[in-house]
C-alpha cells in the first residue's frame, strides 16, 4: 500500500534530474538525532555567553550569579540558571543551576558534561585580496591544530557565489587541506579593486561624473547585498549546529551606503547616505546571528594599512581614514553586537586567534526564562554588567526566539553546506530523466520523496488519524549557487484500521523541478511538525 500525495506544483529552483533511490526504509530504520545537530525543542530559556575580563584583559572566572545583572528591555530580571563553563566543561554544584536548553546541547563523558564548539570561517572573498588573506591563514593553521575532538569546524568562501570549502568537520588534516586549497584560489577582491581604479579615473577625466557614481554605487550595493545574503544564510546553517557557535567573518570590510566613499573621493555631493543603502540587509544579518546564539569574531584582513601602498605608483583616491571609517562599520558593529570582538590594526593573528579560543571554552552560561518576556515582542534588547569593579562583561545585545518554521529552515541550510547530513529519520529522493522546459538552458525533470509512515505523528482527528508534515525541495550547484527552500504542507489523514495496515509503507510526495543544466546536489528535508523532527535526503546527479 503506498499513500501518495502527487504536487502539481513546479519548483522553479535551479535544479535536476537523474537517478533512483534507494527503496523506503522500514521502521526500524528510523535514526535517532544526528551529533552536532540541534535537538528540535521549544526554548524556554533565554540563553547568553557571557566572557569577562578584567583590566588587564584576561579572563575573569570566579565571578558569582550575584555579581551578574541582566537588563531585557530595559527591565531588570533575575538570574535562573548561573553555570561556568571552563576548558568546555560545565562546572557548578549541580546540573540544576545550568540552563536546561543549554544542558541539552553538551555531550557527556562520564560524570563530565562537555560543551561541543562549532566553528564557522567565512572568507569573504568578494572584497578580500590574496596579501590580505596571507596573514589569516598562517592564524588559521595554528588555531585548527589546537581543536579538540569534540570540536568541529567549516571553512566557507563567497566568491560570486558560496562555495564550501570544507563541511564541518573534526578532521584537522581536512580543515589544513582546505586553507591550503582555498588559498591557491585568488578572491574577487582583484577585480573589485581594478573596478574601482578604472572608475576613479574614468570620473576624474569625465564629464557625465554623476552618471559614472551611480552607475558604480549600484554595482557596489548588488556586491553587498550578496555578501549579507550569503553571511545570513551561513548563520542560519551554524544555529543548526548544536553547542558553542562561533563565526569568524574575514574581510576587508563591506560599505553599509555603497558608493559613499566613492563619491567623497571625487568631491561629489551627489549621493547622500540614503539614496544606496544595504542597512536593511545588514540589520536581518546581526538579527540572524543573535536569534542563533553566534558570537561573530570579525577580521580587517588588511592588517596595518597606509594610504599608499608599496605596489602603487599614485596615492589612493580616498584617504585610509575615510576609506577605514565606512568598510569598518559593519565590521566593528557586527562584533559588538553579538559579543564577538573586531580584530584589527595587526599583521599578525595568532594572538586575537588565542584569545578567542580561550574565550570559546571558558566563559559563563547565564539564563533567564521567557515567562518574565513580554510575549508580543518578537526581539528583545539585552544588557549585561557586573557590580565588581574594573570588570567587562561581553554578550550579544539582543535576544529573539526562532519559530519553529524558521528552525526547519535552518536544517536545510545546513544540509545544503553539509554533502552528507542527515536527519532524525530517513528521507528517500528519486529524480527521474529530464525533459526540455522551462526556458533556455533549463530542463524539468520529475521527482518522489519517499518517507515511512511510522516516522510520523499521528493525532486523532474525529475518528481518523492526522499526520502534518512539510516538504521542502532545494539544491545545490557545483558553482556553489543554492536556491531558496519554500515547503509545501502536507495533511496525511487515514482510518486507525487503514494506519495499522500501512505501518511500514511510505508516504511519497511527488512532482517536478525546474533546473538548471550542470551536476547539482538535490536536497529534500521533511518535518513532523506535531514534533519537528525533520528527516533529510539528497541525490546528486548531472543535468543533461
Do not use: C
Not at 73 to 78: C, E, H, R, V
Not at 100 to 126: C, H, K, M, N, S
Not at 207 to 225: F, L
Not at 326 to 339: F, K, P, Q, S
Amino acid at each position: 500500500m503506498h499513500v501518495a500525495l502527487h504536487s502539481r506544483h513546479v519548483f522553479a529552483m535551479l535544479l535536476l534530474p537523474a537517478l533512483a533511490f534507494a527503496l523506503p526504509a522500514r521502521a526500524a530504520d528510523v535514526l535517532p538525532g544526528m551529533p552536532g545537530v540541534r535537538a528540535a525543542i521549544d526554548v524556554t530559556v533565554m540563553d547568553l555567553d557571557v566572557v569577562a575580563t578584567g583590566r588587564d584583559g584576561r579572563n575573569v572566572p570566579d565571578l558569582t550569579r550575584a555579581e551578574i545583572s541582566v537588563a531585557v528591555d530595559g527591565k531588570p530580571l533575575p538570574l535562573d540558571y548561573f553555570v561556568r563553563v571552563e576548558a568546555g566543561q560545565l562546572h557548578g554544584p549541580d546540573l540544576a543551576t545550568a540552563s536546561p536548553d543549554f544542558i541539552l546541547e553538551t555531550t557527556a563523558a562520564g560524570a563530565d558534561r562537555y560543551v561541543p564548539r562549532q566553528f564557522l570561517v567565512f572568507f569573504d572573498d568578494e572584497h578580500l585580496l590574496p596579501f590580505d588573506r596571507k596573514r589569516v591563514f598562517e592564524g588559521l593553521r595554528d588555531f585548527v591544530t589546537r581543536l579538540s575532538p569534540s570540536d568541529s569546524m567549516a571553512i566557507l568562501s563567497y566568491n560570486v557565489s558560496l562555495h564550501v570549502i570544507t563541511p564541518f568537520t573534526s578532521s584537522k588534516e581536512t580543515l589544513l587541506d582546505g586553507l591550503s586549497r582555498l588559498e591557491k584560489v585568488a578572491p574577487r577582491g582583484l577585480f573589485w579593486d581594478s573596478q574601482y581604479r578604472q572608475d576613479v579615473n574614468l570620473a576624474r577625466r569625465s564629464r557625465s561624473r554623476d552618471s559614472i557614481i551611480r552607475n558604480y554605487s549600484e554595482q557596489i550595493r548588488g556586491r553587498e547585498k550578496g555578501t549579507l545574503d550569503e553571511l545570513k544564510r551561513a548563520f542560519a546553517a551554524l544555529a543548526a549546529r548544536s553547542g558553542k557557535r562561533v563565526v569568524f567573518w574575514v574581510s576587508s570590510g563591506i560599505e553599509l551606503r555603497p558608493g559613499q566613499t566613492f563619491a567623497n573621493a571625487l568631491s561629489s555631493s551627489l549621493l547622500n547616505q540614503f539614496d544606496y543603502s544595504v542597512v536593511e540587509e545588514f540589520r536581518a544579518v546581526v538579527a540572524e546571528a543573535n536569534r542563533s546564539g553566534i558570537t561573530v569574531h570579525a577580521f580587517d584582513a588588511r592588517g596595518l594599512a597606509t594610504d599608499v601602498d608599496a605596489s602603487e605608483s599614485t596615492t589612493s583616491p580616498v584617504t585610509g581614514f575615510a576609506a577605514d571609517v565606512n568598510r569598518r562599520e559593519a565590521l566593528a558593529e557586527t562584533a559588538e553586537e553579538t559579543g564577538g570582538v573586531l580584530v584589527q590594526n595587526r599583521n599578525t593573528f595568532g594572538g586575537a586567534l588565542e584569545r578567542i579560543y580561550q574565550e570559546s571554552s571558558s566563559y559563563y552560561s547565564i539564563g533567564v526564562t521567557l515567562t518574565a518576556l513580554d510575549p508580543k515582542k518578537t526581539d528583545h534588547a539585552v544588557r549585561v554588567t557586573s557590580i565588581r569593579p574594573n570588570v567587562t562583561l561581553r554578550a550579544r545585545r539582543a535576544y529573539g526566539a526562532k519559530t519553529a518554521d524558521e528552525s526547519a529552515g535552518d536544517r536545510m541550510e545546513l544540509a545544503l553546506v553539509t554533502p552528507d547530513a542527515r536527519g532524525e529519520f530517513p528521507v528517500a529522493l528519486a529524480i527521474g530523466p529530464a525533459k526540455k522546459g522551462g526556458g533556455i538552458g533549463h530542463r524539468i525533470a520529475p521527482f518522489k520523496v519517499s518517507v515511512p509512515l511510522s516516522a510520523f505523528t499521528f493525532l486523532d482527528e474525529g475518528g481518523r488519524k492526522k499526520a502534518v508534515v512539510d516538504v521542502t525541495l532545494a539544491a545545490v550547484e557545483d558553482s556553489g549557487a543554492r536556491s531558496n527552500a519554500v515547503p509545501d504542507r502536507q495533511t496525511i489523514l487515514l482510518d486507525a484500521a487503514a494506519l495499522a495496515k500501512a505501518e511500514h509503507e511510505p508516504f511519497v510526495y511527488t512532482g517536478e523541478v525546474k533546473s538548471r543544466k550542470g551536476n547539482m546536489r538535490f536536497v529534500a528535508t521533511v518535518r513532523d511538525v506535531a514534533t519537528n523532527r525533520i528527516g533529510v535526503g539528497s541525490a546528486s546527479v548531472r543535468v543533461e
